[in-house]
């Protein structure tokens, strides 16, 4: 049981770049998320799912796509990257809306 | 709109000594409440949670919260400080929508 897989660990892209961050989990877990981790901010949510085919914006998804054709992967788009983006950024799932959240174990990602 | 607002970035504690971690929670429903640590260069792990079922909910490493509706707050504690509690704390609030927010965090340092 891998629980949620993210990849890359660690990312470097230029400004401009496009890229994909990969998310995976084997729980059968309908609720998906994606945060960014900024130093003093928290976490802010990105996008999250509520099951297959089905999306919505957090508070931060401008310069971010996602979409969610299966149960288990959820992979987050970056149309154009910006310096602004440099961040970590978590994957998380859970059961249902009464469970915590499971994340994996974060995307580093730098744009220069 | 729900929010979250942890009280006071940093917080130290001699160890032995009580842990008080403060969150407040703005939210027109009845909230899920979860409290999340965070150890460094890793993801988040969920330390407790409430769902309606007791105001007073124990977690995991002696940890425990209590639900305060009239005071919209869900603080968290410890009797007794150990040097494994240094790390980062982090308060949520979900809706029934599927969005999870989270506070901007208290980083928690404990002195011999």
């Known amino acids: 049981n891998a629980g949620v897989t993210q990849t890359p660990k660690f990312q470097v892209l230029k400004t401009g770049q496009s890229m994909t961050l990969q998310c995976a989990q084997d729980m059968n877990h309908e609720y998906m998320s994606w945060y960014r981790q900024d130093p003093g901010m928290g976490l802010r949510l990105i996008h999250y799912?509520?099951?297959?085919?089905?999306?919505d914006q957090g508070e931060v998804p401008n310069g971010y796509n996602v979409s969610r054709s299966t149960t288990e992967d959820f992979p987050l788009r970056l149309l154009s990257a910006a310096p602004s983006q440099t961040s970590v950024y978590f994957c998380?799932?859970?059961?249902?809306?009464?469970?915590?959240?499971?994340f994996g174990s974060g995307t580093r990602l730098t744009v220069v | 709109a729900q929010s979250v607002t942890q009280l006071g970035s940093h917080v130290s504690v001699s160890e032995g000594a009580l842990v008080l971690l403060r969150c407040n929670y703005s939210?027109?429903?009845?909230?899920?409440l979860f409290w999340y640590v965070q150890y460094p260069n890793q993801g988040l792990q969920l330390l407790l949670k409430y769902t309606s079922a007791a105001t007073l909910v124990k977690g995991i490493n002696g940890f425990e919260a209590e639900f305060k509706k009239s005071e919209t707050s869900f603080h968290l504690t410890k009797p007794s400080a150990h040097m494994s509690d240094a790390a980062e704390y982090f308060c949520?609030?979900?809706?029934?929508?599927?969005?999870?927010?989270f506070g901007a965090g208290t980083q928690v340092v404990v002195t011999p």
């Open positions: 949520a609030v979900g809706d029934s929508w599927g969005k999870l927010q």
């Open positions: 799912s509520v099951g297959a085919g089905i999306t």
């Open positions: 998380a799932s859970r059961m249902t809306l009464s469970y915590g959240y499971t």
């Open positions: 939210s027109s429903v009845p909230p899920y």
